[in-house]
């Protein structure tokens, strides 16, 4: 499946993530451009162009810019999120890695389009390698006159800096991501007020991810019917798989939106490790429910996974063969949700502790009588009353997982061990 | 005693940000690179620097896993992934290598205080799984032989 690259365009030159390749491949021009368009002007084009949040959600990236203040006097500000941390995902390192200048192109565009002159990078500190790319980045563009004051002779002046988190996967949500800027622990807000009227201190503030900021030079120079174009009509564009698990050739693909995951997995990615059997896939990073083989042939958009049950999420697409024990799968996605739980809302921090504990013992062997009626009964009283989505996501895994597997779950009660055979 | 190094790396920050609480993440950063921990001194310390109250840095260092305030680690903080996507592909082995060739269990540090051994959250590796960070390094595509001559190459 031979695609044009956009995203990935420059990640396999050598020296990827040097400015001067970056210029080579007619680097920091889209940003020109963007500065003789009008703001508004702008805006629009973004919204033309369908492109949806690649964190997850897929809220549409221009609707977003359009909601800030136009008021001249008032500081705004873009936060970039580079927090990856949906396991399962690994698209946005090699962006931040390999072509960092592509990402400071987009931020530099994005905030002419919302008249802001001051930007954050939010990287999780595991990324040090990255976080020190983007700083280097960084200097080459103040230095070459991309960042700083009057950038390209223009009345736009743009300060960018690299904030690194220090391990808390909650600090992905947007507004956990500000507390955690601001020094605070990464526990999200209250919302509204939305980040667009009030964000980082205080301020109006657009979240955008990695992915979605380095589609933005893209959709300059090939214009929003290029992006609309591409794939299906309401969740179009170029995206970046990231495929893992017993899968023959992992890694990061980029392929149009809407692609299938027969496709991805068997014509893409070589098909299961070793030849084996399919049993499932989870379609966006683990907190989306996973997908059987009758799924295989879904749109991977959006809206098509929602409407399967499951949700695009960040595109980490988790292959898993027949030799995969639900319950012990179940266990190690409960385990991190439990390690994750910031602690604010107690159905989610002490939920997803039970949950753990129940799927632990099962997986030990030391299953009870009435335990999954008992994890059943906890999704009921966690979903839909947490102050955020994390526990949420929790139980989607969870429910996902008995929905099509419930049978391992009581087999591994009544027996002690596994149903399946194999290796994991 | 928080060195002038990094007392000077601090104070070169405080202009990316609107106020100095905001400092404070990156500020303990500084500071436990340095020696891999934090001490309650260095709190107060950094505290001070950045008009903030003690307790505030304690509830910072507390929430994000990666500060060790309080907690020192060994000179190689390896930290292994054990999340799905390593877990599918045999990381639950790998911890089991390097338990035996350690002679310690995760949480533990060795005697000669050379390696402490955790289990970590996904890292974002997933297509090179299973992998480790040591320090602030990442090693990719584990193996039972590579993961050892990894350790043993630490000086």
């Known amino acids: 499946m031979a695609v044009e690259k956009i995203l990935l365009h420059n990640v396999d030159k050598p020296n990827s993530h040097k400015l001067d390749t970056y210029l080579a491949g007619g680097g920091y021009e889209d940003l020109r451009k963007a500065l003789a368009m009008g703001r508004d002007d702008l805006v629009q084009l973004v919204k033309d162009s369908g492109l949806r949040g690649r964190g997850g959600a897929g809220f549409p990236a221009g609707l977003k810019w359009s909601f800030i203040p136009k008021d001249p006097s008032l500081q705004k500000y873009l936060c970039c999120n580079a927090d990856e941390g949906e396991p399962g995902t690994f698209k946005d390192r090699i962006i931040i890695e390999k072509d960092p200048h592509l990402l400071i192109e987009g931020m530099a565009i994005t905030c002419h389009a919302i008249n802001s002159d001051k930007s954050y990078i939010y990287i999780r500190g595991e990324f040090e390698y990255g976080a020190q790319i983007l700083e280097q980045a960084i200097e080459e563009a103040y230095e070459k006159g991309y960042l700083g004051k009057n950038i390209m002779g223009t009345d736009f002046s743009l300060d960018m800096y690299v904030h690194r988190g220090y391990g808390a996967y909650i600090c992905g949500e947007e507004t956990a991501l500000l507390e955690s800027i601001e020094g605070y622990r990464g526990q999200p807000r209250k919302k509204p007020p939305f980040p667009a009227l009030a964000g980082l201190n205080g301020k109006p503030t657009v979240i955008n991810n990695v992915e979605s900021l380095a589609c933005i030079p893209g959709i300059i120079r090939k214009g929003s019917k290029w992006f609309a174009n591409m794939g299906p009509e309401k969740s179009p564009g170029p995206k970046l798989f990231c495929v893992s698990g017993h899968i023959e050739k992992p890694g990061v693909y980029e392929l149009p939106m809407g692609t299938t995951g027969r496709e991805i997995i068997y014509e893409v990615c070589g098909g299961i490790k070793a030849g084996r059997k399919f049993k499932a896939v989870i379609p966006g990073g683990v907190t989306a429910p996973m997908l059987v083989e009758k799924d295989l042939d879904l749109s991977m958009d959006f809206d098509t996974m929602a409407q399967a049950g499951s949700m695009l999420g960040s595109g980490a697409v988790i292959v898993m063969d027949d030799t995969t024990c639900m319950v012990r799968t179940s266990y190690i996605i409960n385990r991190f949700f439990s390690h994750e739980s910031c602690g604010k809302c107690t159905p989610c921090r002490e939920g997803t502790i039970w949950m753990t504990q129940i799927l632990e013992r099962m997986e030990n062997g030391e299953g009870r009588p009435g335990d999954v009626e008992e994890l059943e009964r906890l999704c009921d009283n966690i979903f839909g009353r947490t102050f955020c989505p994390l526990g949420d996501g929790a139980v989607m895994a969870l429910r996902g997982c008995l929905k099509h597997f419930r049978e391992e779950f009581v087999y591994h009660v009544e027996n002690g061990r596994c149903m399946v055979k194999g290796g994991f | ?155």
């Not at chain 2, 054990?82 to 990381?91: I, R, S, T, Y």
């Not at chain 2, 005697?111 to 402490?116: E, G, L, Q």
């Not at chain 2, 090693?139 to 043993?152: G, P, S």
């Open chain 2, 1 to 155: 005693m928080l060195s002038d190094c990094a007392k000077e790396k601090i104070k070169k920050i405080y202009g990316n940000y609107s106020d100095l609480h905001s400092v404070s993440m990156t500020a303990m950063q500084i500071v436990q690179r340095e020696i891999g921990h934090l001490t309650k001194e260095d709190l107060i310390e950094i505290a001070e620097m950045l008009d903030m109250k003690p307790i505030e840095l304690d509830e910072i260092g507390g929430f994000y896993t990666m500060y060790n305030v309080e907690r020192p680690v060994g000179k190689y903080h390896v930290q292994v992934c054990e999340n799905l996507p390593c877990a599918l592909v045999g990381a639950e082995h790998i911890i089991t290598v390097i338990e035996r060739h350690l002679k310690i269990k995760v949480g533990e540090t060795t005697a000669d205080k050379r390696y402490t051994l955790s289990r970590v959250q996904c890292l974002g590796s997933c297509g090179t799984a299973p992998m480790m960070q040591v320090n602030e390094e990442f090693y990719e595509d584990l193996t039972e032989r590579n993961v050892i001559e990894i350790l043993d190459g630490f000086e």
